[in-house]
């Protein structure tokens, strides 16, 4: 490798594994330092270390909160959208014939985590296992970036992409003798991000492959989700097709995503977004007004009202980038108070549009995004998708927040952690502004 070049996985994994940790320990002590070491970390790497090094994390002992007692843990298993699919990834990383062949002779163990970094699930090789266990790797146990370091349960819920940490990779020096192979899970109804799936293993059983391995399962776990919810759609449908037939006017069934199974009287939406505490009885929709909601097995029955929606002049909305890893964008102002986790994408347009108060065209948004002002078709199909849950407070022609709403951003306390996940060039000069 030569000076300033860049480390990769296809070079280290073929390099003897002692002489590929010790050249990352010398990157590490060289950066840790402060000085710029001759071959440079992995992109991923370098900003997940420089992200420690802002947040305080001690490079020589991680500090770990308190373990899960059982009660919770199980509370959080019951509840964990990852629950259903927790059959695909054990056959597909331990129990099935190639993960039990793999787990067994490469050492592996599987490690699922909640969106949180607390884990939830932990299974693999008995020996890898009692390792673990003197390790802190431990079902209960925190294993956010921010509380352990680089790691490959806590980095890919930051990044948004799966990502291999390998020994001294891992910003922590007592996590140096582990190989961790981590990818983020996102629920395909929403994008919303809930948890990850991490193989790991001494650090003598790193191969790249591996990457690929545990992202096609990652994907292949999210497909499985999204089978789940079109039948869960169609069973709604089943229940509700009859009662909008004996219905006049307008009505839609949607499930408690808003997904919608059934409609009557008005176009077919792609999603409603719903009120986090929505009940029976009047409530109200940004993209239908005033309705009327009755529960529905699997879902609810919408009737919307003459009503005029809920007047703008008092709203206020306020797009929270402060905690890096989950952007929410809350709307309060009366009958329009809600709340809602936005996708990475969305977090981004908003954040693009917040800060450009008189409005950006398609053009201007694709530049950017993608550095490329004729990607228009991908950014009119995101925006559309974003006034499916803003409704009339958001305008276009350009595309601007309603001048009647009040709009605040929350940034986080260091520019660098904006929107961690973003490549977009209009994210990445915020992130660094010239002096």
Not at 123 to 132: D, F, I, S, T, Y
Not at 242 to 262: E, I, N, T
Request: neutral net charge.
């Amino acid at each position: 490798m030569n000076n300033d070049s860049t480390i990769d996985l296809a070079r280290l994994s073929a390099m003897d594994t002692a002489l590929a940790s010790r050249l990352l320990k010398g990157v590490r002590e060289a950066t840790l330092s402060g000085r710029r070491p001759q071959v440079l970390p992995r992109t991923v790497i370098g900003e997940s270390w420089g992200r420690m090094l802002r947040d305080g994390v001690d490079p020589e002992q991680d500090f770990r909160s308190g373990i899960l007692s059982v009660d919770e843990v199980e509370e959080r298993r019951q509840s964990s959208p990852l629950l259903p699919v927790l059959p695909v990834l054990r056959e597909a990383l331990v129990e099935g014939a190639a993960g039990a062949a793999v787990a067994e002779a490469a050492q592996h163990i599987m490690v699922i985590s909640d969106a949180d970094g607390r884990i939830l699930w932990r299974e693999g090789h008995p020996a890898v296992l009692r390792k673990g266990d003197r390790h802190g790797y431990l079902v209960g146990a925190h294993w956010a970036e921010s509380v352990v370091g680089t790691n490959g349960v806590g980095t890919p819920l930051v990044t948004r992409r799966p990502i291999q940490v390998f020994s001294a990779e891992h910003f922590v020096r007592s996590h140096h003798q582990w190989t961790c192979t981590g990818a983020p899970l996102t629920d395909p109804r929403d994008g919303r991000l809930i948890g990850a799936v991490t193989v790991s293993g001494p650090l003598e059983t790193m191969h790249p492959a591996t990457l690929s391995w545990v992202t096609s399962v990652a994907r292949l776990a999210e497909a499985r989700l999204r089978e789940q919810h079109m039948g869960g759609l169609e069973r709604l449908r089943a229940v509700a097709a009859p009662l909008l037939a004996r219905m006049g006017g307008r009505a839609l069934a949607v499930d408690r995503h808003g997904w919608p199974a059934a409609v009557t009287g008005m176009p077919l939406p792609e999603r409603v977004a719903l009120p986090r505490s929505l009940a029976e009885g009047a409530c109200w929709i940004p993209s239908l007004g005033t309705c009327r909601a009755t529960p529905l097995p699997g879902g609810w029955l919408l009737i919307p009202a003459e009503d005029v929606p809920e007047p703008l002049a008092t709203t206020r909305i306020t797009l929270d980038l402060g905690r890096p890893r989950r952007p929410v964008l809350q709307v309060t102002g009366g009958a329009a108070s809600w709340c809602h986790e936005l996708s990475p994408r969305h977090a981004e347009l908003l954040y693009l549009l917040a800060r450009h108060p008189h409005g950006r065209t398609a053009a201007d948004l694709a530049d950017d995004l993608f550095g490329d002002p004729r990607r228009t078709v991908t950014v009119r199909a995101e925006m559309s998708r974003v006034r499916r849950y803003l409704g009339t407070l958001l305008a276009h022609r350009p595309y601007r927040f309603a001048e009647e709403a009040e709009v605040d951003v929350v940034l986080p306390g260091d520019p660098l952690d904006l929107l961690p996940h973003s490549a977009a060039p209009a994210v990445v000069r915020a992130r660094s502004p010239l002096p």
